[in-house]
C-alpha cells in the first residue's frame, strides 16, 4: 500500500515522502497514529503543495542566513576577563557569551546552539570559533579574550 508520511518514521521515511509499506502496518499503525495517509489523488497533490512551500521556506531561510553572514564576516570579538596567575581566567567564556556579543553587534538574535564552541575558553589569546547560521551557511568570527584593567 502506498501512503504519504505525515511524520517522520525511523527506518521508514521523512515527512512528505511517499513510501510503499505493508497494508496491514499502514491499516493497523500508521494511519491510526495518524503517521502517515493513504496515497490518494488529492493527497498526492496535496503534498507536493506542501514540498513546494517547504523548498520556498528552505530557500528563504538560506538567504535570511547568507546576509546575516555577510553582516558577522568581519566581527572581531572582545572579552575583557579578570585573570589570576599565569594568564588562567577566573572564568570562561562560553558560547552562550558569544552569542550574546554577536545578537549585540549586529542587532540580530543568534542563538548560543549555533556556535559551535567544543569547550569554554578559559585562557587569553586571540580563538576562531565558527557559528553556523543554518544547514548550508558556516562562518568563522575571532574571539579574543584579553585580561581586564
Do not use: C, W
Amino acid at each position: 500500500m502506498e501512503v504519504i508520511l505525515l511524520k517522520d518514521v525511523r527506518g521508514v521515511g521523512e515527512a512528505g515522502e511517499l513510501v510503499s509499506v505493508a497494508d496491514g502496518y499502514a491499516r493497523n499503525y500508521l494511519v491510526p497514529r495518524k503517521l502517515a495517509v493513504a496515497a490518494t489523488p488529492a493527497a498526492r497533490k496535496q503534498a507536493e503543495q506542501e514540498a513546494a512551500a517547504r523548498a520556498r521556506r528552505e530557500q528563504a531561510q538560506r538567504e535570511a542566513a547568507e546576509a546575516h553572514a555577510q553582516a558577522l564576516q568581519s566581527i572581531e570579538l572582545v572579552f575583557a576577563m579578570r585573570t589570576g596567575e599565569s594568564d588562567r581566567l577566573y572564568g570562561s567564556v562560553t558560547s552562550g557569551d558569544i552569542a550574546e556579543k554577536l545578537s549585540e553587534k549586529t542587532g540580530e538574535p543568534v542563538d548560543k546552539r549555533k556556535v559551535l564552541l567544543q569547550e569554554p575558553i578559559r585562557e587569553i589569546g586571540t580563538f576562531p570559533v565558527d557559528v553556523r547560521l543554518h544547514n548550508d551557511v558556516q562562518i568563522t568570527v575571532t574571539v579574543v579574550v584579553e585580561p581586564e584593567g
